[in-house]
């Protein structure tokens, strides 16, 4: 038990920088960002531990609370960030593809195919439709377009 505390007493800044830079390394692996915070907790906590040196047991206080609030307040912002990200239609090409015009090519019984721009793809519509009238896109279902009369 002796050896487990002089262990803690011997914690300083640069443990809780190696902690950190061992945690930013595993996030950058996982990609995750669950370990984002608790990394960032341990390089704020070496700061702490610079400026003011406190026992291990202040430090560990100081990394709990930091890694709770930053958990806390930071999780909503990196999702507020990756939904404005993904509201760019950044690599979707379906999104991008919603109100975009076309051409029919062929239609019957509701199903037939569009072309837009120099691909033509499978579509469907509730609408009834001859070859050569123009559509827009309504939505997408994998690879088949939902089209409307434009």
Not at 53 to 74: H, N, S
Request: neutral net charge; glycine residues 10%; aromatic residues 8%.
């Amino acid at each position: 038990m002796d050896t487990i505390v002089s262990l803690l007493h011997s914690i300083g800044p640069q443990h809780w920088l190696v902690l950190g830079l061992i945690l930013l390394i595993a996030e950058m692996a996982s990609g995750t960002t669950y370990l984002l915070w608790p990394s960032v907790a341990a390089f704020l906590t070496a700061l702490v531990s610079w400026l003011t040196p406190a026992g291990w047991m202040a430090e560990f206080g100081v990394f709990a609370l930091l890694i709770i609030a930053l958990t806390y307040f930071g999780q909503p912002m990196v999702r507020r960030w990756r939904n404005e990200g993904a509201a760019t239609g950044l690599n979707e090409r379906a999104s991008a593809m919603v109100g975009a015009r076309g051409v029919v090519q062929s239609f019957a019984n509701g199903s037939g195919s569009v072309k837009l721009q120099d691909t033509v793809w499978r579509a469907t519509s509730d609408d009834a439709l001859e070859a050569g009238q123009a559509v827009e896109v309504a939505s997408v279902d994998g690879a088949t377009l939902k089209v409307k009369r434009a």
